[in-house]
Each structure stands twice: as C-alpha cells, then as structure tokens.
T-cell receptor
Framework: DAKTTQPPSMDCAEGRAANLPCNHS???????VYWYRQIHSQGPQYIIH???NNETNEMASLIITEDRKSSTLILPHATLRDTAVYYCIRRGAGSYQLTFGKGTKLSVIP | DSGVTQTPKHLITATGQRVTLRCSPR?????VYWYQQSLDQGLQFLIQYYNGEERAKGNILERFSAQQFPDLHSELNLSSLELGDSALYFC?????????????FGQGTRLTVV
C-alpha cells in the first residue's frame, strides 16, 4: 500500500514544464514526500524530497500544499530524456524503506 | 552514476540453483536496501541493513537471505530458485537510512531463471 495516488500516465511537450501531481491526503505530520523516477529498466533515480516547505534543486521543484495533502513535481523544461515512470512516495518514522506504487508514466513528446 | 555498484549485471541460472548478488554502497553510506522488480509486481522492498544489522524486512521469501559485511558491502542470496524469481534486483544505499536521507540505487542485476 503506497498510500499515494498518481495519474497512471501524462504527456508533456518537449521544452514545456511537466507538472506531475500526487495525492497523499492521509499523510502524517512527520512524513516526507519523496520523488523518484525510473527510466526504462534502469535503477530508480532520486529527484527531490520535502516535508512541508517547497523545495528546488537542479533537477526539479517540489510544491507541497499548505495542508500537505497533495504535492506537485515540476520539471521546468522537459526533454525527451525525462520520459520515465515517476514515483511519489511517503516516508516517515517506522517506514525506513521506500514503498513504490505504480507511479505516473510521463511521455515527453517532440 | 549513483555510486552504488551491483554485480553481476546479468545472471542466467537454472531452477533449483543458488545465486549471490553483490552490492557495494556509495562511499560513506551505512545503510543498504534490496528491492525486487518483476513485471507483474513493480518494485518490492525486500530488506534493509544498517551498519551490519538488519533494520527492516519486507516481503522477502524464506529462500532468500541477505547480509551486510563489516566493509559495508552487502550480498543477497537466492536459493532453490524458481521461474518466478526471474526479475531485476536493485540495491540502494543511503547515509543513515533515516526518513530524511535520500537513497541512491544501483543499476540492478537482471536474474533469469530457466
């Protein structure tokens, strides 16, 4: 039970921002939101994580709503190499492992 | 390159056999995780070690075992192999394994049981 809900698939035009939503309506106060992606059958790649504040790194931005019930991963300028399955994961005390759900398959279209 | 090294990259073996998968974590990382990814099950957590001790266990079969050695590398042993054990096996490592520490994955070992 991954406890997050993501759309199964999304398309994004190359060069545009990709906004990937995640619902985690039952998240508790000490649970982090993590994002990973997996390109084809490669090892999952860490993207970003956050607790309550918005976060940005060289790969992406993470926007967490004030009530923390949902979040959005933003890839500012999607490229073809961003085509992958993106996983939104909750992680908190007593849950040392990352529990992967089905994720969102993002297709970047030329 | 995540810094996590898994060997071998590919392994083909027969049913009933035993294999050992190896993982070298990133330098300085104390925690190691093992995951299995088969076509119909997605990424499944198997087990986690921290500094040589088992920390968390997932849906790991009794035929499977793992350990983390003093030099922090880890091995996953799969025995009495069945066709259904064919999968990608990923290792990940993180500094402490706590909930605020990201884990980095290796490129996996593709196991084919024939």
């Amino acid at each position: 039970d991954a406890k997050t809900t993501q759309p199964p698939s999304m398309d994004c035009a190359e060069g545009r921002a990709a906004n990937l939503p995640c619902n985690h309506s039952t998240i508790s106060g000490n649970e982090y939101v993590y994002w990973y992606r997996q390109i084809h059958s490669q090892g999952p790649q860490y993207i970003i994580h956050g607790l309550k504040n918005n976060e940005t790194n060289e790969m992406a931005s993470l926007i967490i709503t004030e009530d923390r019930k949902s979040s959005t991963l933003i890839l500012p300028h999607a490229t073809l190499r961003d085509t992958a399955v993106y996983y939104c994961i909750r992680r908190g005390a007593g849950s040392y492992q990352l529990t992967f759900g089905k994720g969102t398959k993002l297709s970047v279209i030329p | 390159d995540s810094g996590v090294t898994q060997t071998p990259k590919h392994l083909i073996t027969a049913t009933g056999q035993r294999v050992t998968l190896r993982c070298s974590p990133r330098s300085g990382d104390l925690s190691v995780y093992w995951y299995q990814q088969s076509l119909d099950q997605g990424l499944q957590f198997l087990i986690q070690y921290y500094n040589g001790e088992e920390r968390a266990k997932g849906n790991i079969l009794e035929r499977f075992s793992a350990q983390q050695f003093p030099d922090l590398h880890s091995e996953l042993n799969l025995s009495s192999l069945e066709l259904g054990d064919s999968a990608l096996y990923f290792c990940a490592s993180s500094t402490t394994g706590g909930m605020n520490t990201e884990a980095f994955f290796g490129q996996g070992t593709r196991l084919t049981v024939v």
